[in-house]
């Protein structure tokens, strides 16, 4: 049964989509690294923890593989929590099953943002800001600007020339559109076989320009082993400094 869409109409409805059905082959590890423990926690499990302090989400869904054997191992209990979808081939399928399913409880004018399984360090003000700060049609995301000198290499490993990074941003999740525009855009960019990385791309196919909101630079994508070390690090600075 789909979840009842809540009323509040002082405040835009919004849902959350958190893709979690990858593999993480470059981590080398059995284990799928949304499922990797830090402290006794998985990633996915401090990803969704900071997600469930943001008051404007209404409700979350999480996309699973088809074959995964990790999730109904955790014992993760939240009213927040709607349930899971399976996942697609590439990340933008299982957004757009994700958006599916909550098409069955929200409009096309809700809010909904995307964030992915293997950013455990995520904080909660950082996403209320997000939320705060975007409102038009274009939506938004996470970000933060490039600060090392960044260099475009040719194939034989060789400095063709060094990039201006005074534009350059280095994308983040959550990002936040609004559902129907962002099912629109999905689907438009899969048909296509156009190639998009993320939310924010499949927009920019669509023709839109969503914002950029200042995120926090310890909001890491968790993608190598060395990575997991550093997400631990910056976990454990947090809690006890209290931040």
């Given at each position: 049964m789909s979840p009842a869409k809540p009323s509040n109409s002082e405040t835009r409805t919004c849902?959350?989509?958190?893709?979690a059905?990858?593999?993480?082959?470059?981590?080398?590890?059995?284990?799928?690294?949304?499922?990797?423990?830090i402290k006794g926690r998985s990633v996915l499990e401090y990803a969704?923890?900071?997600?469930?302090?943001?008051?404007?989400?209404?409700?979350?869904?999480?996309?699973?593989?088809?074959?995964?054997?990790?999730?109904?191992?955790?014992?993760?209990r939240h009213s927040k929590l709607l349930g899971t979808v399976?996942?697609?081939?590439?990340?933008?399928?299982?957004?757009i099953n994700g958006v599916r399913f909550l098409r069955q409880c929200g409009d096309p004018e809700d809010?909904?943002?995307?964030?992915?399984a293997v950013r455990p360090c995520v904080r909660s003000d950082s996403i209320q800001t997000l939320i705060e700060?975007?409102?038009?049609?274009?939506?938004?995301?996470?970000?933060v600007p490039v600060t090392d000198t960044v260099?475009?290499?040719?194939?034989?490993?060789?400095?063709?020339?060094?990039?201006?990074?005074?534009?350059?941003?280095?994308?983040?999740?959550?990002?936040?559109?609004?559902?129907?525009?962002?099912?629109q855009a999905l689907n438009r960019a899969v048909s296509d076989h156009a190639f998009i990385t993320d939310e924010a791309s499949a927009m920019e196919y669509d023709g839109y320009h969503p914002k950029v909101v200042r995120g926090s630079v310890d909001n890491i994508k968790l993608t190598i082993p060395?990575?997991?070390?550093?997400?631990?690090?910056?976990?454990?600075?947090?809690?006890?400094i209290g931040q």
């Amino acid at each position: 049964m789909s979840p009842a869409k809540p009323s509040n109409s002082e405040t835009r409805t919004c849902w959350g989509i958190v893709p979690a059905a990858g593999i993480g082959k470059r981590m080398r590890s059995e284990v799928p690294k949304q499922y990797l423990k830090i402290k006794g926690r998985s990633v996915l499990e401090y990803a969704l923890s900071q997600l469930w302090e943001v008051p404007a989400l209404s409700g979350i869904v999480v996309c699973i593989h088809a074959r995964d054997s990790h999730w109904c191992k955790l014992s993760i209990r939240h009213s927040k929590l709607l349930g899971t979808v399976t996942g697609g081939k590439t990340r933008a399928e299982s957004v757009i099953n994700g958006v599916r399913f909550l098409r069955q409880c929200g409009d096309p004018e809700d809010w909904v943002l995307v964030h992915d399984a293997v950013r455990p360090c995520v904080r909660s003000d950082s996403i209320q800001t997000l939320i705060e700060n975007v409102h038009s049609d274009d939506g938004g995301l996470l970000a933060v600007p490039v600060t090392d000198t960044v260099k475009k290499v040719n194939p034989k490993h060789r400095v063709d020339l060094s990039i201006n990074r005074e534009s350059l941003w280095l994308a983040q999740t959550p990002q936040f559109f609004k559902l129907g525009l962002l099912e629109q855009a999905l689907n438009r960019a899969v048909s296509d076989h156009a190639f998009i990385t993320d939310e924010a791309s499949a927009m920019e196919y669509d023709g839109y320009h969503p914002k950029v909101v200042r995120g926090s630079v310890d909001n890491i994508k968790l993608t190598i082993p060395e990575d997991l070390i550093l997400a631990s690090f910056y976990l454990h600075q947090r809690t006890t400094i209290g931040q």
